[in-house]
């Protein structure tokens, strides 16, 4: 089973960047792909960004293509999400996702086997 705690979240002005990561404890890490997700008040939990085990294939909402960039340590158990040019829309809770097997790309968050509790980014105008 895999552990994720995710941090990294805050209050940043629209135009500013945040670096989001997730840290994995557990048996598995290496073999999962990630997920990065968000939610929003009162709207359903959306895609992100998602990367294979060994990180060579990523794919990205079209919300934050060219914005976002997801990546990971292996040797850390972590993924990040770096987020520049941040915007009010991205305000949300984030949460970090594993899912087995690693090498299959999924955007829907019922194929995500285990979930961090998620961090908050707020995103003012």
């Known amino acids: 089973q895999v552990q994720l705690v995710e941090s990294g979240g805050g209050l940043v002005q629209a135009g500013g960047s945040l670096r989001l990561s997730c840290a994995a404890s557990?048996?598995?890490?290496?073999?999962?792909?990630m997920g990065w997700f968000r939610q929003a008040p009162g709207k359903e939990r959306e895609f992100v960004a998602a990367l294979t085990w060994n990180g060579g294939r990523t794919f990205y909402a079209d919300s934050v293509k060219g914005r976002f960039t997801i990546s990971r340590d292996n040797a850390k158990s972590t993924v990040d999400l770096q987020m520049n040019s941040l915007k009010p829309e991205d305000t949300a809770v984030y949460y970090c996702?594993?899912?087995?097997?690693?090498?299959?790309?999924?955007?829907?968050?019922?194929?995500?086997?285990?979930w961090g509790q998620g961090t908050q980014v707020t995103v003012s105008s």
């Open positions: 996702a594993s899912h087995f097997p690693g090498h299959t790309l999924v955007a829907t968050a019922s194929d995500y086997n285990y």
């Open positions: 557990g048996r598995s890490f290496n073999d999962h792909s």
